[in-house]
Protein backbone atom coordinates (compact mmCIF):
# COMPACT_ATOMS: atom_id res chain seq x y z
CA UNK A 1 0.00 0.00 0.00
CA UNK A 2 1.35 3.41 -0.22
CA UNK A 3 3.20 5.10 2.10
CA UNK A 4 3.72 8.95 3.23
CA UNK A 5 7.08 9.37 4.86
CA UNK A 6 7.85 12.47 6.68
CA UNK A 7 10.43 13.72 9.18
CA UNK A 8 9.16 13.36 12.69
CA UNK A 9 10.69 17.02 13.47
CA UNK A 10 11.95 20.38 12.22
CA UNK A 11 12.75 23.17 14.26
CA UNK A 12 13.64 26.60 12.70
CA UNK A 13 14.30 30.16 13.95
CA UNK A 14 11.26 32.96 14.33
CA UNK A 15 11.47 34.90 10.80
CA UNK A 16 13.28 31.80 9.00
CA UNK A 17 11.87 29.53 6.90
CA UNK A 18 10.62 25.70 7.25
CA UNK A 19 10.42 23.45 4.55
CA UNK A 20 8.73 20.33 5.59
CA UNK A 21 8.77 17.23 3.04
CA UNK A 22 6.39 14.06 2.37
CA UNK A 23 8.12 11.24 0.20
CA UNK A 24 5.94 8.96 -1.80
CA UNK A 25 6.22 6.99 -4.72
CA UNK A 26 5.95 9.42 -7.93
CA UNK A 27 3.93 11.30 -5.30
CA UNK A 28 4.22 14.38 -8.10
CA UNK A 29 1.64 12.50 -9.60
CA UNK A 30 -0.90 13.62 -7.11
CA UNK A 31 -3.06 16.11 -5.10
CA UNK A 32 -1.27 17.00 -2.12
CA UNK A 33 -2.71 18.12 1.13
CA UNK A 34 -1.21 19.64 4.18
CA UNK A 35 -3.04 20.17 7.29
CA UNK A 36 -1.66 21.85 10.52
CA UNK A 37 -2.71 20.73 14.21
CA UNK A 38 -1.97 22.45 17.28
CA UNK A 39 -2.10 20.98 20.79
CA UNK A 40 -5.76 19.65 22.00
CA UNK A 41 -7.04 21.16 18.22
CA UNK A 42 -8.18 19.55 14.85
CA UNK A 43 -6.48 19.77 12.29
CA UNK A 44 -6.92 22.66 9.63
CA UNK A 45 -6.28 22.68 5.82
CA UNK A 46 -3.37 25.15 5.13
CA UNK A 47 -2.81 23.77 1.33
CA UNK A 48 -4.51 21.61 -0.95
CA UNK A 49 -3.84 20.44 -4.65
CA UNK A 50 0.20 20.89 -4.09
CA UNK A 51 0.01 24.53 -3.86
CA UNK A 52 -3.06 26.53 -3.12
CA UNK A 53 -4.30 28.16 -0.02
CA UNK A 54 -7.87 28.17 1.85
CA UNK A 55 -9.11 31.34 2.53
CA UNK A 56 -7.70 32.79 5.93
CA UNK A 57 -4.43 31.53 5.69
CA UNK A 58 -1.46 33.39 5.09
CA UNK A 59 0.62 33.83 2.42
CA UNK A 60 3.50 32.75 4.34
CA UNK A 61 2.28 28.81 3.47
CA UNK A 62 2.64 27.51 0.06
CA UNK A 63 3.53 23.96 -1.24
CA UNK A 64 5.77 22.72 -4.08
CA UNK A 65 5.35 18.81 -5.54
CA UNK A 66 7.52 17.11 -7.73
CA UNK A 67 9.00 13.78 -8.37
CA UNK A 68 9.24 11.81 -4.78
CA UNK A 69 8.53 14.74 -2.65
CA UNK A 70 6.17 17.39 -1.47
CA UNK A 71 7.22 20.21 -0.09
CA UNK A 72 5.32 22.42 2.73
CA UNK A 73 7.55 25.76 3.26
CA UNK A 74 6.74 28.44 5.78
CA UNK A 75 8.52 31.58 5.50
CA UNK A 76 8.78 34.33 8.02
CA UNK A 77 7.75 31.78 10.41
CA UNK A 78 6.39 32.88 13.73
CA UNK A 79 5.77 31.65 17.07
CA UNK A 80 2.22 30.75 16.41
CA UNK A 81 3.20 28.64 13.40
CA UNK A 82 4.45 25.63 16.27
CA UNK A 83 2.30 22.95 15.64
CA UNK A 84 2.19 19.35 13.81
CA UNK A 85 1.82 19.10 10.07
CA UNK A 86 0.50 16.77 7.90
CA UNK A 87 0.68 15.50 4.41
CA UNK A 88 -2.15 13.53 2.73
CA UNK A 89 -3.36 11.74 -0.50
CA UNK A 90 -5.92 10.15 -2.16
CA UNK A 91 -4.22 6.44 -3.57
CA UNK A 92 -6.61 3.60 -4.79
CA UNK A 93 -9.68 4.38 -3.10
CA UNK A 94 -8.17 5.42 0.44
CA UNK A 95 -7.00 8.33 1.76
CA UNK A 96 -3.19 8.19 3.15
CA UNK A 97 -1.64 10.38 5.84
CA UNK A 98 1.80 10.89 6.80
CA UNK A 99 2.87 10.33 10.02
CA UNK A 100 2.91 14.14 10.37
CA UNK A 101 6.16 16.84 11.25
CA UNK A 102 6.33 18.39 14.39
CA UNK A 103 7.45 21.98 13.78
CA UNK A 104 9.41 23.50 16.28
CA UNK A 105 10.17 27.10 17.05
CA UNK A 106 13.24 27.54 18.23
CA UNK B 1 -20.06 28.61 6.58
CA UNK B 2 -20.32 25.31 7.04
CA UNK B 3 -19.78 23.51 10.85
CA UNK B 4 -19.40 20.01 12.18
CA UNK B 5 -19.82 18.86 15.61
CA UNK B 6 -19.53 15.00 16.43
CA UNK B 7 -21.54 13.41 19.38
CA UNK B 8 -21.69 10.54 20.82
CA UNK B 9 -20.48 8.19 23.98
CA UNK B 10 -17.31 8.67 25.77
CA UNK B 11 -16.58 5.29 26.64
CA UNK B 12 -16.83 1.90 25.38
CA UNK B 13 -16.45 -1.60 26.37
CA UNK B 14 -14.10 -4.17 24.43
CA UNK B 15 -16.35 -6.04 22.44
CA UNK B 16 -19.29 -3.79 21.66
CA UNK B 17 -20.44 -1.39 18.91
CA UNK B 18 -18.90 2.35 18.96
CA UNK B 19 -21.65 4.88 17.37
CA UNK B 20 -20.90 8.46 16.97
CA UNK B 21 -23.00 11.21 15.05
CA UNK B 22 -21.32 14.30 13.40
CA UNK B 23 -23.93 16.90 12.67
CA UNK B 24 -23.73 19.14 9.83
CA UNK B 25 -24.57 22.74 10.28
CA UNK B 26 -24.55 25.93 7.71
CA UNK B 27 -24.76 23.61 4.72
CA UNK B 28 -26.76 20.65 3.58
CA UNK B 29 -25.55 16.92 3.46
CA UNK B 30 -26.96 16.84 -0.08
CA UNK B 31 -24.89 18.66 -1.71
CA UNK B 32 -23.53 16.66 -4.95
CA UNK B 33 -19.80 18.76 -3.83
CA UNK B 34 -19.00 16.82 -1.39
CA UNK B 35 -18.11 13.69 0.59
CA UNK B 36 -18.54 13.22 4.97
CA UNK B 37 -15.81 11.58 6.06
CA UNK B 38 -14.45 10.58 9.83
CA UNK B 39 -10.60 9.76 10.22
CA UNK B 40 -9.40 9.29 14.01
CA UNK B 41 -6.02 10.20 16.19
CA UNK B 42 -5.08 7.61 18.72
CA UNK B 43 -3.37 9.35 22.06
CA UNK B 44 -0.07 10.59 21.05
CA UNK B 45 0.20 9.64 17.18
CA UNK B 46 -0.87 10.73 13.92
CA UNK B 47 -4.67 11.01 12.04
CA UNK B 48 -6.01 7.90 10.74
CA UNK B 49 -8.57 7.83 8.22
CA UNK B 50 -11.51 5.70 8.48
CA UNK B 51 -13.52 6.40 5.64
CA UNK B 52 -16.20 8.85 3.41
CA UNK B 53 -19.80 8.45 2.53
CA UNK B 54 -21.73 10.40 -0.37
CA UNK B 55 -25.23 11.73 0.03
CA UNK B 56 -25.96 9.54 -3.03
CA UNK B 57 -25.06 6.25 -0.94
CA UNK B 58 -21.50 5.72 -1.96
CA UNK B 59 -18.61 4.49 0.31
CA UNK B 60 -15.00 4.06 0.85
CA UNK B 61 -13.54 2.57 3.40
CA UNK B 62 -9.81 1.99 5.03
CA UNK B 63 -9.18 -1.47 4.27
CA UNK B 64 -8.22 -2.77 7.29
CA UNK B 65 -11.15 -1.49 9.82
CA UNK B 66 -13.95 -2.38 6.32
CA UNK B 67 -15.54 -5.30 8.25
CA UNK B 68 -16.20 -3.56 11.15
CA UNK B 69 -16.83 -0.09 9.90
CA UNK B 70 -20.43 1.48 8.79
CA UNK B 71 -20.99 5.02 7.81
CA UNK B 72 -24.07 6.30 6.54
CA UNK B 73 -26.05 9.41 5.88
CA UNK B 74 -28.91 10.58 7.84
CA UNK B 75 -30.66 13.67 5.57
CA UNK B 76 -33.30 14.14 6.65
CA UNK B 77 -31.44 15.14 9.70
CA UNK B 78 -28.57 16.45 8.07
CA UNK B 79 -25.86 14.23 10.19
CA UNK B 80 -23.87 11.28 9.46
CA UNK B 81 -22.59 8.00 11.62
CA UNK B 82 -19.94 6.29 11.84
CA UNK B 83 -20.54 2.39 13.95
CA UNK B 84 -17.72 0.41 14.79
CA UNK B 85 -18.69 -2.96 15.86
CA UNK B 86 -15.89 -5.35 18.21
CA UNK B 87 -14.03 -2.77 19.58
CA UNK B 88 -10.73 -3.18 21.52
CA UNK B 89 -8.32 -0.65 23.24
CA UNK B 90 -6.65 0.01 20.08
CA UNK B 91 -9.59 1.81 19.37
CA UNK B 92 -9.44 4.12 21.49
CA UNK B 93 -8.71 7.98 19.68
CA UNK B 94 -10.13 10.79 19.17
CA UNK B 95 -12.46 10.95 16.55
CA UNK B 96 -13.15 13.62 13.92
CA UNK B 97 -16.00 14.40 11.51
CA UNK B 98 -14.88 16.25 8.17
CA UNK B 99 -16.01 17.81 4.74
CA UNK B 100 -14.23 16.47 1.99
CA UNK B 101 -14.27 18.30 -1.41
CA UNK B 102 -15.85 15.29 -4.14
CA UNK B 103 -13.14 16.86 -6.81
CA UNK B 104 -10.34 17.03 -4.48
CA UNK B 105 -9.71 15.09 -1.90
CA UNK B 106 -9.20 17.58 0.93
CA UNK B 107 -10.87 18.22 4.08
CA UNK B 108 -12.68 21.07 5.25
CA UNK B 109 -14.00 21.74 7.62
CA UNK B 110 -13.08 19.52 11.06
CA UNK B 111 -15.40 19.17 13.45
CA UNK B 112 -13.48 19.52 17.12
CA UNK B 113 -13.29 15.62 17.40
CA UNK B 114 -14.04 13.80 20.23
CA UNK B 115 -12.30 11.11 22.86
CA UNK B 116 -13.57 7.51 23.09
CA UNK B 117 -12.09 5.15 24.95
CA UNK B 118 -12.16 1.76 25.00
CA UNK B 119 -12.31 0.16 28.44
CA UNK B 120 -14.41 -1.93 30.73
Known amino acids: SYVLTQPPSVSVAPGQTAAITCGGN??????VHWYQQKPGQAPVLVVH???DRPSGIPERFSGSNSGDTATLTITRVEAGDEADYYC?????????FGGGTKLTVL | QVQLQESGPGLVKPSETLSLTCSVS??????????WGWIRQPPGKGLEWIGN???????YYEPSLKSRVTIQVDASKNQFSLKLTSVTATDTAVYYC????????????WGQGILVTVSS
Open chain 1, 26 to 31: NIGGKD
Open chain 2, 53 to 59: VYFGGNT
Open chain 1, 88 to 96: QVWDSHREI
Open chain 1, 49 to 51: DDN
Open chain 2, 26 to 35: GGSIRSSNYY
Open chain 2, 98 to 109: ARRSRGSSRYRP
